[in-house]
């Protein structure tokens, strides 16, 4: 597992530890499905990247609380580009589970840390070793993860997807079938 994708994954379950999150008011909400959020074809536009999607459970999984999505390389290292999505009891869970996730991303992504003003509720991007964008949306947090193309323009790249996820997910969810 590289690096960093260790350290993301020590910051996602010590802000899970501290907050947990999704409560019994998630209990009513329809699954998300993160890939119906992030597609292939948003995650490697023209196929530039040659992603695939990442078959296993840790990469893909749906949920009413939380789900993930990742497309990845096919060559080592595994680059990846990916989404996942927290629902948390109410906004102020999520809120404070986003200032504390801001902690310790400044020393996992090498203290390139930033807000970004204009999008949802609140966010930062974790350049650097992560470059991961996370968002506050109400009650919703969004992490998402472009380790692929220039680097110069992975931030631009994370909004642009975030943006485009935060509108699917505030349309209705579909009937099931």
């Known amino acids: 597992m590289r690096p960093f994708l260790l350290l993301a994954l020590i910051a996602s379950v010590v802000a899970c530890a501290k907050h947990p999150g999704p409560a019994a008011s998630s209990a009513g909400l329809a699954p998300i499905d993160a890939c119906e959020l992030l597609t292939l074809d948003e995650a490697d536009p023209q196929g530039a990247d040659l992603l695939m999607p990442v078959g296993n459970a840790v990469d893909h999984s749906i949920g009413a ?64 070793r992560l470059n991961q964008l996370h968002v506050l949306a109400g009650s919703t947090r969004l992490i998402v993860t472009v380790e692929v193309g220039d680097v110069a323009r992975r931030e631009g790249r994370a909004r642009e997807l975030a943006r485009l996820a935060l509108g699917r997910l505030s349309q209705p969810a579909k009937p099931a079938p």
Do not use: N
């Open 65 to 128: 609380d939380s789900a993930k999505c990742a497309y990845g390389t096919s060559d080592l290292p595994i680059q990846v580009v990916g989404m996942e999505v927290r629902r948390f009891a109410d906004a102020d869970a999520a809120k404070s589970a986003q200032s504390s996730a801001a902690g310790a991303l400044r020393g996992m992504a090498g203290g390139d840390l930033h807000s970004v003003e204009g999008l949802a509720d609140g966010a930062v991007w974790a350049g650097g």
